[in-house]
């Protein structure tokens, strides 16, 4: 940790001076000096090809700046911010980049091998430890081979094709992150959130994802044999969908982790999923009237709110499923497989999140649910009205 000194604004001058001086540093020249530019201000400069390998660097600020070809390797950028700047085809191999900032910055090309980009904090009056945040960043093509990026943050990057190879990855932020094309071998994922990530194409040979969150990824064309899934949330059957349906449970997946702020609620309304496998689906909330879900496997899905009225769901699978408030209506589940599912009324919440003391229970009016298995089911206050409950088996058994 380090703890800022007094800024000093510099003068062209003076900088080109001290650049110069780091060049000689850098060549073991006479009169070289190691640049030390601890917490100077250098936003929206244009510094393309600037040379400062193995400088001081602590809490820069280059938000802003051009820095195309640029070399940074070994520098000290503890806490720099680079937000919106352009440092592609930059060289960043071994830097300590703890806590640094990139949200939004241009990085296409860009060598971070083996760079540290792990939490961290710069001693203030109010010191608060940062993850380094790349959020909205362009990495396209970027070299993060074994790189340390433990709780790093790349919500909404892209980073097609990007190499991150042997990398330590543990509790990274990838939501929606577009990895289509990008090679993760070996790399420590565990804990790592990917909900909405896209993953087409990925090489993850060996790779570990255990304990990750893979809500909604698109996982099309990828090679999963021998990567680490254990007690992961993941829906591989649906890497088997097509790719516009694959992208539609995407974008439902962003939807429904941040609240309706990211991403687009599913309409699959009418389509022909028979005999699918949506196991562990997160499709809370989701549109799916009139589809054709026969034979369908949605054990474990999560189901909360979604809209199956008239769906055919006949011999589907929809074991341990969470279907408070989910609309049946209408709805063909002869034969479907119900046990341990969690039935029930969801309580309904204001505008600003307030109790209205309103439910909405699960809807299974007019359903036909001739011979269906709902052993270990508590309907609860499941509306049943008009229900074909003939043949049913119902309740908890032994």
Not at 68 to 88: H, R, V, W
Not at 153 to 162: E, I, K, P, Y
């Amino acid at each position: 940790m380090e703890r800022p000194a007094d800024d000093m604004e510099l003068s062209p001058e003076e900088l080109v001076g001290i650049l110069k001086k780091h060049d000689r540093f850098v060549r073991r020249q006479n009169g070289g000096e190691r640049a030390d530019l601890k917490h100077q201000d250098l936003s929206s400069l244009k510094l393309p090809k600037v040379s400062l390998q193995q400088a001081t660097l602590t809490g820069i600020n280059f938000s802003h700046c051009v820095l195309t070809g640029a070399n940074f390797s070994d520098a000290d950028l503890f806490c720099a911010n680079f937000k919106q700047a352009d440092s592609s085809d930059a060289r960043f191999e071994r830097a300590d980049l703890r806590g640094a900032r990139f949200r939004g910055a241009k990085l296409v090309g860009t060598i971070l091998a083996e760079a540290d980009l792990r939490p961290g904090t710069l001693v203030t009056a109010s010191a608060v430890q940062e993850s380094s945040d790349f959020s909205d960043a362009n990495l396209d093509s970027a070299n993060l081979d074994r790189a340390k990026l433990g709780d790093a943050n790349f919500h909404g990057a892209s980073m097609v094709g990007a190499s991150f190879k042997d990398a330590s990855m543990t509790g990274v932020d990838l939501r929606g992150a577009d990895l289509s094309g990008a090679d993760l071998g070996s790399a420590r994922l565990q804990k790592a959130n990917l909900t909405g990530a896209n993953l087409q194409n990925a090489v993850i040979k060996q790779a570990r994802f255990a304990g990750a969150n893979l809500s909604g990824a698109i996982l099309a064309d990828v090679d999963l044999e021998g990567v680490d899934l254990r007690e992961a949330t993941v829906n591989i059957g649906a890497s088997r969908l097509s790719i516009d349906i694959q992208e539609i449970l995407r974008e439902h997946a962003l939807w429904v982790d941040s609240n309706g702020a990211e991403g687009n609620r599913a309409d699959l309304s009418g389509q022909d999923l028979r005999e699918c496998d949506l196991t562990g689906a997160w499709l809370n909330g989701g549109r799916f009237a009139g589809c054709n879900f026969s034979g369908a496997m949605l054990r474990r899905a999560q189901l909360v709110l979604a809209d199956f009225s008239s769906a055919d769901l006949s011999g589907a699978d929809i074991r341990e499923a969470d279907v408070t408030g989910t609309n049946f209506q209408d709805a063909n589940l002869e034969g479907a497989r119900l046990s341990f599912a969690t039935f029930g009324a969801v309580d309904l919440t204001d505008a600003n999140g307030e109790a209205t003391g309103q439910q909405w229970p699960t809807n299974l009016t007019g359903a036909n649910l001739r011979g269906a298995d709902l052993a270990h089911v508590e309907l609860g206050p499941t509306r049943t009205e008009g229900a074909d409950l003939t043949g049913t088996v119902l309740g908890t058994t032994d």
